[in-house]
């Protein structure tokens, strides 16, 4: 059963990554890295914050370690720890890899806030993030369109 629920944690992972991504949408290829946090937080309220990589990196750097108006749990240097999520098919084949350093951030002032280009080596290349912000506000009102999951068992 455990499984079960870890899967389908997995698969709606999958799903709602590319709309929660804020990195640049107008390029046909898909970036190598990409910062995933949802685009608009309350100030004092925890969100999610990942960075997801199209391979495992070899090293990862940024011009700034920490975001001015965030309180980041973990810095952005190379000491962040790579996760390796597997996605498993019948009999257990794998049929995806993925990549990512999860952590969490507390927004501390109202606004807009510039997040740091990350640059990320792989085999002797460099890729790096694309410039993006998210906004900062007292309280997110959620309207009649917002989306809710729930999560239930069957008895």
Not at 31 to 39: L, S
């Amino acid at each position: 059963m455990n499984e079960l629920i870890n899967n389908c944690f997995l698969y709606l992972i999958i799903i709602i990554s590319p709309f929660t991504s804020v990195s640049c949408q107008t390029k046909k290829e898909k970036d190598f890295v990409q910062f995933v946090v949802q685009p608009v937080a309350e100030i004092g309220k925890s969100i999610d914050f990942t960075i997801h990589f199209e391979e495992k990196p070899d090293s990862i750097w940024s011009s700034n370690t920490e975001i001015n108006g965030l309180e980041l749990t973990h810095k952005l240097d190379g000491t962040l720890s790579i996760n390796e999520i597997e996605l498993t098919g019948d009999n257990d084949k794998v049929i995806k890899t993925f990549y990512s350093s999860y952590t969490y951030a507390k927004p501390t002032k109202l606004g807009k806030i510039e997040f740091p280009i990350l640059s990320v080596r792989y085999k002797g290349k460099v890729y790096k993030t694309s410039p993006f912000s998210i906004n900062v506000v007292d309280k997110i009102k959620i309207g009649q369109d917002a989306v809710q999951v729930i999560w239930s068992t069957k008895k």
